[in-house]
């Protein structure tokens, strides 16, 4: 293989493959590595009904499918690698994989951005099937439904809050008495009469059944944090919301991140703080986090970075 790119993407969600349709046609032929999660995080999920271009709605693998195909169509090489360092502080960068080195002229980083999970077998076993990290991407599912939430900060609050336009009933989980989210938010779902509150109580298991090969969460199994008891509380759909991390532990002290440790860009583009390196898609988006955001993103990043060559030329 090659070990020198005109354009480098690390990352192949949304973001990075969206990025690689553009810099492919733009004659750049660049290189993904597509790191752990090829596709990232759609597919880990079912139905996305939410991505234009599909009337009747797509699985979230088969869209990633598409899309990585789309991208060695028009010319993008695609590897299953893993980045395990950078150096940006030198022209051309240079990008190490294990015991593998590469440069490139620039790069663009779309390694998304992980929701954290409770970490039960159960929950990777109904993930798309009633469990979901995401409440604007699923809640439209729960019609008339009864849904969990799991979390006590601002985000859990709102996707609780967001989640009472779909579901008939809306039940927040959390494993403290009293929550971390701002007045006002708290003050809002206490308000609202479709929400109600189980507090101190922690998700131990996530219940469900299998019929024709079709799984289905029914229900979870909380345990109270202060007594020990356990209970079962049965419901459609379970939301977990406590919070995302973005994956970027590789470019501490290289780029600038904000505290949470999201590449910070400058406005309106998809600049980081060194030039030639460009971010894309959820790394650098804690407000949006939606596929076709994403991608919209990583057209952004290819043509800011192609016209960044062209000026350097
Ligand atoms: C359960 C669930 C359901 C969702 N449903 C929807 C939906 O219906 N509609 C919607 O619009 N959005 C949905 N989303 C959100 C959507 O998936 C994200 O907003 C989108 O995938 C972000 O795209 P991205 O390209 O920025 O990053 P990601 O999709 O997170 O991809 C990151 C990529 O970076 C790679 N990577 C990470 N570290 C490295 C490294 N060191 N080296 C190389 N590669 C690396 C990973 O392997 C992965 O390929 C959902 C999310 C979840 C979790």
Redesign the pocket.
Known sequence: MNSHHKVFI????????TAAIYSARANLSPVV??????????T??T?????PGFENGIQ?PELMEIMRKQAIRVGADCQF????AVDFSKRPFTIK?YDEEYTADSVII??????QLLGLESESKY??NGV???A???GFFFKNLRVLVVGGGDTALEEANYLTRHASEVIIIHRRNEFRGSKIMVDRVKKNPKIKFMLSKVVKEVLGKEESGRKTMTGVLLQDTVTGAVEQLDADGLFIAIGHKP?TA?FKGVLDMDEKGYLVTKPGSSYTNVEGVFA????A?KT????????G??CMAAIDAERWLEAQE
Do not use: H, W
């Not at 894309?280 to 790394?283: S, T």
């Not at 949006?288 to 991608?295: D, E, L, N």
């Open positions: 690390i990352g192949s969600g949304p973001a990075g493959l590595f597509e790191g752990l999660q090829p596709g990232g995080q759609l880990i999920t139905e996305v009904e939410n991505f979230g690698k893993e980045v395990t994989s779309s390694t998304g951005a992980s929701a993930m798309g979901s990290a995401c604007t991407c699923d994956n590789i894309a898609g959820d790394v988006d949006y986090r939606q596929a076709i955001t994403a991608a993103s990583g």
